[in-house]
């Protein structure tokens, strides 16, 4: 067919308006598959939608279309739905002669206002959930509609989707492959499939088609609209098709599936049986999509809209193809409620009648008791990774505790979150960033190697190969158990391969036969010896290195597929106990902890391992740290870890006795700071090294009086939060108190004064406070300040203002002091403290948060002068500070910065990130400031007129976590996000913090209008 001369025009939309409903509106034109669609715009009114057919349509399908409208508006269902508009002469359908004398049917709907489902930026759980919930509703009011008319041959009617079968020479491999596998399966399943329940549903429940709230954080799937494909077929298909659009776009169609079917359940429940069938559904709709598009290609090249699915949907069709369909049968029938497995409790019943000895499985080793082992993500037993990653060592351990238990096998780690699988190897992107297979789904029973296996009940050979390569299974047998009630299989891994690969498959193992023995490493996947002994239900489609580990949010179906190994061998000690939930942890804090000890994100994370640049919460997802400068040189570095390890072994005493750690950190530290500053002294917090480095001012100027920035913080000691405008200007702050004179926050881009050349401004503002002092006729003690003024919103003091204010405090007998707590360390890049951006030594050095990795140890550096003054007799006594752990520790972490680099490292990667993040900021100019030094940045959201955005800042915080990203929030107006990562953060890191921070950006709620 010309497409041009079916083609309606939007004048000639709007002539027919007038002329058939006497109506005057504007019409624009709308994509539309088959009919030509037009809005109807009204003033002040939701106005129409206007549906004008093809050439010589069926009128009989039309009446249909409305009868279904007009059933819709009259079913109990609180359901929104276009609504029949009748013309002039009371008729729901009217005819008209079009310019080449072709007959065409005239049908006019209400406008259901909302934008649509495809414009939904991000499409998150609660939203999907939504949209199965709105299509169930509608399925459900459509139960008791039928139609002579929806009974008819239509190519896009899953149920006869085989037509495709006839098309496939339009594709190449790998594309045919895809298609007819799916073709093939269905086809199998044809019995089944046509006997499923069957209803009129509206089949096309897509992208564009469902109408959403306006609310851009929670947004809501409202109504249906265009039931022009509307069938009488399988009840289900409505689902599959909503589950073909729905997921794409997302990484992992299955997860992104479940949240649509779970919604369509909750309002119309689904049948087992239909569940079953949903995978090869949702597979057959998009198997139909392909091949339309292929075929509209050729037939009508003009019109994009016929193919505008077919990218999305092969993207979908090529991941679909390697999702195990028994796994997604599983998967759908967690969402909706039922046993993963449907013979979990078969299983289970069965297991609970034969019980087994450990003896039955290791008949060599004469032993049935169990001493459990924990070796999750948490286990203090595994320890560091670089010890775990150490066979030798593992081994050692091991045996050590073998030696403890003689009466004991070790076993365990059944559903345990393991830190070994926790290595990038494991990784995928999922649809909410990174996801570890971390979950353990057999027990390890850890045994000497040759120990041998045996067999608890007779097993047919089912696999029995070499699972060659690191942390694979090495020598692997699996059985199959066909038992009066229930088929299961059991799993040996880490044999040696001869004993493994000597059973053939096919081969029929006795109860109590030899299965193989205990390999040793690395024949045995590179692993101290032992079994990993699992219980599955189904093989999904494995025949080698079927998994042993699960990613966390697959674990509830894995959990179902593979039974506790422990339901067959019942040892006491491998009970599951009650473990602590998050929920418990919260309830405790908040009854037992002070009030005042906030929780960070709106979902607190459990946070129990860290590794450089990633904190690991108790399930072993790993999240991107780009907020603890604590970590300095990477959580749980190994050497600094080692360096407290050793020294706490040895002795740990208060610094009034000799000891060479304390000089040692004296040295390292001296080595990088300027000539002058050559004194320390070793306190165990930033607090209290600026609550000394106070005490030293006043004992040197005999002044009280100091001056500080506005929205400076520098501790929570008494004296600290007197010099905190941060705190005292902030909530249940009462203010300055009287020897505390504060300036304006030096910030050139929303500050009191603005722009490239505010030092002299800023400058005048610290002399003012010096003439106040001066006015109450006493003097200045300090000036202290950081050199970027962190919880003011990595605020860069303005170039050269350091200079004159030290030089106007200096004149007016007043100390300088410089607060590196968070600064310091190598983090600026260029320098290796703070203080050196600015061409100033200042008198006091005070030194925090990066010092110790972790560990409570902070200085003050001062110069001879300072010191010698503050030695006025008084012994300046610290019970912790300067001990020889906590000097260990600093000393190991000073000389990890300066053996790795770790400054050159934030200097390179750092200028990296700003550049890319002033990029970002071109693409979104909410982002109104990028700004700070080396690895320690901020970026500052603004609206058009620089107001603050607080919400959209504390959103991208939020979000960034639920893609495995952590970020922070500071400035007075909570509107900066702050960068400042432990110094071993990598380009690639970075590149992957813009990634998200871009795909975040794009959201409705971060698309505020400037
Ligand atoms: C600039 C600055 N100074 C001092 C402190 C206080 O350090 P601490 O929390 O170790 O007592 C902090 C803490 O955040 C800080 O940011």
Same mark, same amino acid.
């Given at each position: ?303 994009? $809209?016929?193919?505008?699915? =077919?990218? %999305?949907?092969?993207?979908? @069709? &090529?991941?679909?193809?390697? #999702?195990?369909?028994?796994? /997604? ?115 390890? $029973?850890?045994?000497?190697? =040759?120990? %041998?296996?045996?067999?608890? @009940? &007779?097993?047919?050979?089912? #696999?029995?190969?070499?699972? /060659? ?127 005042? @000890? ?413």
């Amino acid at each position: 067919m010309d497409y041009k001369t079916i083609k309606i025009t939007t004048s000639e939309a709007e002539k027919i308006l007038f002329e058939l409903y006497n109506i005057k509106g504007k019409a624009s034109s709308l994509p539309g598959y088959i009919d030509f669609n037009f809005r109807i715009k009204i003033e002040n009114e939701e106005g129409y939608i206007l549906k004008i057919s093809r050439p010589d349509e069926n009128k009989k399908y039309l009446e249909f279309q409305q009868d279904l409208l007009q059933s819709i508006e009259a079913s109990d269902e609180n359901l929104i739905a276009p609504k029949v508009i009748k013309d002039k002469n009371n008729n729901s359908i009217s005819e008209i002669t079009d310019a080449f004398g072709k007959r065409r049917f005239v049908r006019m709907l209400t406008w259901v206002s909302g934008s649509v489902w495809s414009s939904v930026n991000p499409q998150l759980e609660d939203f999907r959930f939504s949209l199965g919930e709105q299509c169930g509703i509608l399925t459900k009011a459509l139960q008791s509609f039928d139609h002579p008319e929806a009974h008819y041959t239509f190519e896009w009617d899953i149920a006869q989707s085989l037509w495709t079968k006839e098309h496939l020479h339009l594709f190449s491999e790998p594309k045919k492959e895809i298609l007819s596998y799916h073709q093939d399966k269905f086809e199998a399943i044809q019995t089944s499939y046509t006997k499923l329940r069957k209803s009129v549903v509206h089949n096309d429940p897509n992208d564009n088609n469902i109408i959403v709230s306006s609310d851009v954080l929670h947004p809501r799937a409202k109504a249906a609209i265009d039931y022009g494909d509307a069938i009488y077929t399988q009840t289900i298909n409505d689902v599959a098709i909503l589950c073909a659009y729905g997921v794409m776009e997302h990484n992992d169609s299955l997860d992104a599936s479940l949240a649509l079917v779970k919604g369509y359940h909750s309002t119309f429940p689904l049948e087992e049986i239909e569940l079953e069938h949903l995978y090869h559904a949702i597979a057959m709709r998009l198997v139909i999509i392909a091949t339309k598009s292929a075929m509209n290609k050729i037939e009508e090249p003009d019109n994009e $809209y016929l193919w505008i699915s =077919e990218k %999305p949907a092969w993207e979908v @069709l &090529e991941k679909w193809r390697l #999702i195990s369909p028994d796994f /997604a049968h599983y998967s759908f029938r967690e969402a909706c409620g039922f046993t993963p497995h449907p013979n979990e409790e078969l299983f289970g019943q069965w297991a609970s009648n034969h019980p087994f000895q450990l003896s039955e499985l290791f008949p060599s080793i004469h032993l049935n008791k169990v001493h459990p082992i924990d070796l999750s993500v948490s286990s203090t037993w595994m320890g560091h990774q670089e010890e775990f990653s150490n066979m030798d060592w593992f081994q050692f351990k091991m045996k050590q505790l073998q030696g403890e238990v003689p009466n004991n096998i070790i076993a365990g780690g059944y559903l345990e979150p393991r830190p070994i699988y926790t290595s990038s190897a494991y990784d995928r992107i999922g649809n909410y960033g990174r996801e570890s297979r971390s979950i353990h789904l057999g027990i390890d $029973y850890w045994l000497p190697a =040759e120990t %041998p296996i045996h067999t608890l @009940l &007779e097993g047919e050979v089912v #696999i029995a190969i070499n699972d /060659a390569g690191d942390k694979e299974y090495g020598g692997l047998v699996i059985l199959k158990h066909q038992t009066e009630t229930v088929t299961f299989y059991t799993l040996y891994g880490h044999l040696s391969v001869k004993s493994a690969t000597k059973n053939k498959i096919g081969d029929i193992l006795k109860k109590g036969s030899k299965i193989g023995a205990l390999g040793n490493y690395p024949e045995n996947g590179n692993w101290p010896p032992h079994l990993h002994f699992q219980v599955m239900l189904s093989l999904l489609g494995f025949n080698v290195d079927y998994p042993g580990v699960a990613y966390f949010s697959e674990m509830e179906v894995w959990k179902s597929i593979c039974p506790d190994p422990n339901l067959l061998i019942k040892s006491e000690a491998l009970q599951k106990k009650e473990k602590t939930t998050q929920r418990d942890l919260i309830n405790y804090r908040k009854k037992y902890l002070g009030k005042s @000890l906030s929780l960070q994100y709106k979902v607190p994370v459990e946070m129990v391992r860290g590794a450089g640049q990633y904190l690991m919460d108790s399930m072993g997802r790993k999240y991107l740290d780009t907020v603890n400068n604590v970590a300095h040189v990477g959580h749980e570095n190994y050497a600094v870890v080692k360096a407290g390890q050793e020294q706490m072994a040895l002795i740990n005493t208060n610094s009034r006795y000799l000891h060479k750690n304390i000089n040692a950190l004296a040295e390292e530290l001296i080595e990088t700071l300027a000539p002058e500053l050559n004194v320390l002294h070793f306190v165990n917090s930033g607090s209290e090294a600026n609550e000394l480095a106070i005490r030293m001012a006043k004992a040197v100027t005999g002044k009280k009086d100091i001056i500080a920035s506005e929205v400076g913080y520098h501790g929570n000691s008494n004296m600290c939060i007197d010099i905190s405008s941060y705190k005292f200007d902030g909530k249940g702050g009462k203010g300055a108190p009287e020897h505390t004179h504060i300036f304006p926050l030096p910030d050139a881009f929303r500050g009191k004064y603005r722009g490239n050349h505010t030092a002299d401004d800023y400058v005048n503002e610290v002399q003012k406070q010096i003439e106040n002092i001066k006015n109450k006729g006493r003097n200045v003690g300090a000036f202290i300040i950081e050199p970027i003024i962190s919880c003011g919103g990595q605020i860069e003091l303005p170039e050269g203002f350091l200079a004159k204010a030290y030089q106007m405090v200096r004149e007016a007998g007043g100390i300088c002091i410089s607060d590196e707590v968070q600064t310091g360390c190598g983090r600026m890049g260029k320098t290796f403290w703070g203080f050196q951006l600015h061409d100033v030594v200042p008198d006091i050095v005070t030194i925090g948060k990066p010092l110790g990795n972790g560990h409570p140890i902070a200085a003050v550096a001062c110069t001879q002068e300072v010191a010698d003054k503050f030695a006025n007799g008084m012994e300046y006594f610290n019970t912790f500070g300067g001990n020889p752990v906590s000097c260990a520790i600093a000393t190991e972490v000073i000389r990890t910065v300066k053996r790795e680099k770790l400054q050159k490292n934030a200097l390179v990667v750092g200028e990296f990130l700003k550049s890319e993040l002033k990029k970002l900021s071109k693409d979104f100019p909410i982002i109104g400031e990028v700004r700070g030094q080396g690895l320690f940045l901020g970026i500052e959201l603004v609206d058009a007129n620089l107001n603050p955005l607080e919400a959209q800042t504390d959103y991208i915080a939020n979000r960034m976590k639920d893609h495995g990203i952590l970020m922070s929030t500071d400035g007075p107006d909570h509107n900066v996000l702050k960068i400042k990562p432990p110094l071993v953060f990598t380009k690639e890191n970075a590149e992957e913090l813009i990634y998200y921070l871009r795909k975040i950006f794009t959201e409705d709620f971060m698309m505020i209008l400037l």
